[in-house]
């Protein structure tokens, strides 16, 4: 058989190009190293994150939510939609907040008070609490039971192959080879996250590319119940949406000196809680080449004890420690490049691939078919 496009890799950015290509009417393939996609997207957060997104990048998140809702509504996939509650525990993280929703009033977000962030959310820390940003848009999903789902769903709804257990080693279009047989297509999108050392490593090597190892926990169920996904001052620090908010400054200087271990291990202090109660805990962010394969006790203590302060009545027994790794470009927000003729290169999704990647391949499809 031969198809239009051939995809290589499983992951959330694979996908999101094979649903759009399918639904154009193409015969799509998708090609998997392994048995079931094992890379950065199933080890994330499972956050639709839009607090986190820059404002130019407003529509790629509408492009993506869509199609995570036909998703959900299609296959009944577990998700919420809970929002996100950013805490302020200090007077210029509160600051931060009305700057925020000053600059961004078109939101669906508001400030709560001290007063009403205990009354909604009893279970946070009161000791110095100052307030919270509430916003509606954020959706949580559980990634290791979401994205076999999306294959499933892109098997039965768009008729998409998916050959797992089989790696792409190189290309002669319409040829493709894998460690087993070889494809025939007449196009080829390669998505492999971190695995960009074999497909092209030219191209990668222009971008600066590098990869980010982070630090994730997660812990038994749990008896509270937290409805929106939390997170703290080291996440105004950590997304970019909060950059433009002059008080940030003023946060990151203080944190270097209160704690400087955040800053130096890039901690981004965020809880996002699944359908088995289970509190999904992280982040950290180490750049390297080269990924270490060890997990630093410090990192997970660091983690822990954050999410102690801010949930000090919350049973935290820690289930699975695990890292996840994704590439990241230094001079480019992503990577869509055409080495040659009938071949895209879709990489460096960085942290926001659970939430942009629908909304991009939309337009990466369009331009390349
Ligand atoms: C800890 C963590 C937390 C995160 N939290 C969030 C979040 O809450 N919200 C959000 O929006 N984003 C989040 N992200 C970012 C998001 O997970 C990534 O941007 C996204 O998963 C990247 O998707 P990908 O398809 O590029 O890579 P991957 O998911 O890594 O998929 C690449 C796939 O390609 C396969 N592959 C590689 N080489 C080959 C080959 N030669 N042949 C065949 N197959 C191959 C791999 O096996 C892999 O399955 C987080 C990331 C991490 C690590």
Known sequence: M???????????????HAYWAAKKGLKVIVVEKNHTCQGASV??????????????????????????????EDTKTWNKNGGSLGLAYNDDEMELINEYSKLYTNKNHHILNHKDVLKKYPYVNSKNLKGALYSENEITLYSRESIPAIAEWLTKK??????????????????????????????????????FELLFPEVYKNAKITKCKLQMLKTEASNTVITPALYTATSFIHYASFSKCKTLEVIRTRIKKEQPQYLYYGINLLVAQNNYNELLIGDSHEYDESVNPFNKEEIDHLIISG???????????????????????SNKKFIIEDPKKNVLIVNAMAGAGMTLSFGLAKKAISSFI
């Open 307 to 329: 999410l102690k302060r801010i949930l000090p009545t919350t049973d935290i027994n820690i289930k699975e420690r695990w890292h996840g790794v994704y590439a990241k470009s």
């Open 158 to 195: 768009y008729k998409v192959d998916f050959l797992f257990d089989t790696t792409v080693i190189s290309e002669k279009l319409p040829t493709i080879y894998t460690n087993k047989s070889s494809i025939k297509a007449a196009k080829l999108i390669i998505s492999t996250g971190a695995d």
């Open 43 to 72: 080890r994330n957060f499972g956050l639709f994150w839009e607090i986190g997104q820059e404002e130019k990048y407003k529509g790629l998140v509408a492009d993506s939510k869509k199609i995570w809702t036909e998703f959900f």
């Open 2 to 16: 031969k198809y239009d496009i051939c995809i290589v890799g499983a992951g959330i950015v694979g996908m999101a």
